[in-house]
C-alpha cells in the first residue's frame, strides 16, 4: 500500500471542505465497509435532517467533490453518576449532563487508503463546532457517541485515542453499542 497522506487540523483545508447536506444536493458514490452507514447517507439523511433529527455534514475532496466521510450531529444530554461528576469537576446536584452527539460517523474506504486521519479531522471539527455553540448559542460540555462495536469492536479504540471515555451508565447494558463522552473543555 502506498504512503497514506496524513490529515490534521492544520492541513485539511487544502484536501478537504466541508458542505452541510441539504435537499438539493446530488449524493454521489460512497462506500464504507458496514452497508447501515452507507445506507444512512443516502436514504435516511434528508429525511432526518427534514424532520429535524440529525444535521448531516460532509467532507468532501477539493479536487473531485467526492465525499471523503460524512458525519451527523445533534443534541443530546448524558447521566453521570456521581464519581464520573466529580471526574469532571461538575459540582451540580443533577445527573443529567448537556451534550452534543456524533449520531453517525464514517469515511469512505477509498479515501481511508489515500488519507490517515480523516475519521479524526471529523472528530476534532465536531469540537470545533460544539464550541462555536457553546460560545454563541447553546451550552454542551461533552462530546457523546455511542460506539458501534456490533459491526467493529476496533471503533472503540478508535474513539478512546480520540479521547472519549465509556460512559458508567449504559455501559454493559446494550453490548451492541458502547456509550461514550469526551469533555470539551478538559
Ligand atoms: C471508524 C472510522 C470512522 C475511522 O476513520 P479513519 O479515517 O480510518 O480513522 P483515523 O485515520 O483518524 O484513525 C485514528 C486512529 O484510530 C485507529 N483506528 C481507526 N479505525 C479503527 C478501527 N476500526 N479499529 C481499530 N483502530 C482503528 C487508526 O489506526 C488510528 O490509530 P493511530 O493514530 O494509532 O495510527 C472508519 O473506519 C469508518 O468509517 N468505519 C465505518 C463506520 C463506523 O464504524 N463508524 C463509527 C461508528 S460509531
Redesign the pocket.
Known amino acids: 500500500m502506498r504512503q497514506r497522506v496524513n490529515i490534521t487540523s492544520k492541513n485539511a483545508h487544502l484536501h478537504f471542505y466541508f458542505e452541510k447536506l441539504n435537499s438539493e444536493k446530488v449524493l454521489t458514490s460512497f462506500n ?3 452497508n447501515e ?1 452507507n445506507y444512512y447517507l443516502f436514504q435516511d439523511a434528508i429525511r432526518s435532517l427534514k424532520d429535524h433529527i440529525a444535521k448531516t455534514w460532509l467532507l468532501c475532496e477539493h479536487k473531485t467533490g467526492n465525499i471523503a ?1 460524512y458525519m451527523a450531529l445533534i443534541m443530546d444530554s448524558i447521566k453521570l453518576s456521581l464519581s464520573e461528576k466529580e471526574l469532571h469537576n461538575l459540582d451540580y446536584p443533577f445527573k443529567t449532563i448537556p451534550a452534543m452527539k456524533i449520531a ?4 469512505d474506504l477509498n479515501f ?1 487508503e489515500k ?8 472528530i476534532d471539527s465536531a469540537m470545533g463546532i460544539a464550541t462555536d455553540c457553546n460560545d454563541d448559542y447553546c451550552a454542551a460540555r461533552f462530546l457523546t ?4 462495536i456490533e ?2 469492536e ?2 472503540l ?2 474513539y478512546q ?2 479521547g472519549f471515555i465509556p460512559n458508567a451508565e449504559l455501559y454493559n447494558k446494550n453490548r451492541k ?1 458502547i456509550s461514550m463522552r469526551k469533555d470539551i473543555y478538559q
Open positions: 464504507c465497509h458496514i452507514y466521510g453517525k460517523l464514517a469515511v481511508s488519507y490517515k486521519g480523516i475519521g479524526t479531522f471529523l457517541v455511542d460506539a458501534d459491526h467493529d476496533g471503533v479504540a478508535f485515542k480520540n453499542t
